[in-house]
């Protein structure tokens, strides 16, 4: 990633799910990055780490947070192995839904069983089918519903800053 690819970047926010959608708006296609948020995303925010320039996202969300990633972190092996008790999200019945769990089995040949935090399970994913959780950076509890989110240089220090709006519900 460099600072000039992320400007050239859109997301958008499954306002249900919890998922975050990043795409690469030149070249279109399938989402460069799925981004579970775990909560109801209704406002993003693009912005570069000062120190590094690494592209970042901001989530404001229906729980009164604020989640922000560091998108070079997040994984995009849908292949490697993963191991028992890893937090992922499954494709519950290859639906195209994903939903929060664990892994339960490793049966060695590319097929996990997961238990998901509902109570269901299900055995014999393909890995195809399963994500690993995404872990934000920090998570700003802002106190109300946040409904906009806008990054912004301090007039006195230069520092970024990220403002965010909303209400309480």
Same mark, same amino acid.
């Given at each position: 990633?460099?600072?000039?690819y992320a400007v050239w970047m859109f997301a958008y926010g499954d306002v249900v799910g919890g998922d975050v959608r990043v795409f690469d708006a030149v070249a279109? &296609?399938?989402? $460069?990055?799925? +981004?579970?948020?775990?909560?109801?995303?209704?406002? $993003?925010?693009?912005?570069?780490?000062?120190a590094t320039g690494a592209p970042q996202l901001a989530c404001g969300c229906d729980d009164a947070k604020v989640r922000v990633f560091d998108l070079r972190t997040? @994984?995009?092996?849908?292949?490697?192995?993963?191991?028992? *008790?890893? %937090?992922?999200?499954?494709?519950?019945?290859?639906?195209?839904?994903?939903?929060?769990?664990?892994? @339960?089995?490793?049966?060695?040949?590319?097929?996990?069983?997961? @238990?998901? %935090?509902?109570?269901?399970?299900?055995?014999? +994913? @393909?890995?195809?089918?399963?994500?690993?959780?995404?872990?934000?950076?920090?998570?700003?509890?802002?106190?109300?519903?946040?409904?906009?989110? +806008?990054?912004?240089?301090?007039?006195?220090? *230069?520092?970024?800053?990220?403002?965010?709006? *909303?209400? &309480? %519900?």
């Open positions: 990633w460099s600072t000039v279109g &296609d399938e989402a $460069l990055l799925v +981004v579970d948020v775990s909560a109801g995303a209704n406002a $993003l925010a693009f912005f570069a780490d000062p997040e @994984s995009r092996d849908y292949t490697s192995a993963l191991c028992e *008790g890893d %937090e992922v999200l499954g494709d519950y019945e290859g639906r195209g839904t994903f939903y929060p769990g664990k892994i @339960s089995c490793n049966h060695g040949d590319e097929t996990y069983d997961i @238990s998901y %935090e509902d109570g269901d399970e299900e055995q014999q +994913v @393909s890995r195809l089918l399963i994500r690993k959780r995404t872990k934000p950076m920090f998570v700003l509890n802002v106190g109300y519903n946040v409904r906009s989110l +806008v990054e912004f240089k301090d007039p006195a220090t *230069g520092a970024p800053r990220l403002a965010c709006g *909303g209400r &309480d %519900e």
